[in-house]
Antibody, heavy 118, light 107 residues
Framework: QVQLQESGPGLVKPSETLSLTCNVS????????WSWIRQPPGKGLEWIGN???????NYNPSLKSRVTMSVDASKSQFSLKLSSVTAADTAVYYC????????????WGQGTLVTVSS | DIQMTQSPSTLSASVGDRVMITCRAS??????LAWYQQKPGKAPKLLIY???SLEDGVPSRFSGSGSGTEFTLTISSLQPDDFATYYC?????????FGHGTKVEVK
């Protein structure tokens, strides 16, 4: 059974870059699609983007100019970078897995709270 | 972008009630729709995919229906463990979107 664990700073200053990593264990990172989703405190879910193990990506159009996702198959990790953050980027960030390109999210990490504040 | 509209935003119900939550897509998504359950402080959990397919291990009191732009999640007999927030998600397009959620609370 796949397990996903987010890691990264819990506090980021405005205008800086948020960086998170998701460690994948219990299954291969290959042949799957990997996602980032966020949830501001008390609000709903927002899809950030997907990355295939080969490195191909697609991003939420509203965040596309600030998002970069990458994958390191040798470490069974994938990563998220979100640049020029503001307080509106404060959220719980989840990493997750999709089995197919056109498919639901079947596994989630526990989530990590990132606060944007000076 | 495809927009997903859920209703109601809050639903008050009692144990044993039949509960229905609706999700509407701004354009046709065939049956590329999933339903998730989320409890406070926890990650969402997949309940239904492809509009009506029950994820392994999910109780049969949960069911999904619909196609095109109109979808429904039904809980046939609400149990104490079912008080939570439910989200629909379309995954038809490269850009996936969630509904804003429906909180099922104790009446």
């Amino acid at each position: 059974q796949v397990q996903l664990q987010e890691s990264g700073p819990g506090l980021v200053k405005p205008s800086e870059t948020l960086s998170l990593t998701c460690n994948v264990s219990g299954d291969s990172i290959q042949s799957y699609y990997w996602s980032w989703i966020r949830q501001p405190p008390g609000k709903g879910l927002e899809w950030i983007g997907n990355i295939y193990y080969s490195g191909s990506t697609n991003y939420n159009p509203s965040l596309k100019s600030r998002v970069t996702m990458s994958v390191d198959a040798s470490k069974s990790q994938f990563s998220l970078k979100l640049s020029s953050v503001t307080a509106a980027d404060t959220a719980v960030y989840y990493c997750a897995r999709k089995i197919m390109a056109v498919g639901p999210i079947d596994s989630w990490g526990q989530g990590t709270l990132v606060t944007v504040s000076s | 972008d495809i927009q997903m509209t859920q209703s109601p935003s809050t639903l008050s119900a009692s144990v044993g009630d039949r509960v229905m939550i609706t999700c509407r897509a701004s354009q046709s998504i065939s049956t590329w729709l999933a339903w998730y359950q989320q409890k406070p402080g926890k990650a969402p959990k997949l309940l239904i995919y492809k509009a009506s397919s029950l994820e392994d291990g999910v109780p049969s009191r949960f069911s999904g229906s619909g196609s095109g732009t109109e979808f429904t999640l039904t809980i046939s007999s609400l149990q104490p463990d079912d008080f939570a927030t439910y989200y629909c998600q379309q995954y038809n397009s490269d850009s996936q979107t969630f509904g804003h959620g429906t909180k099922v609370e104790v009446k």
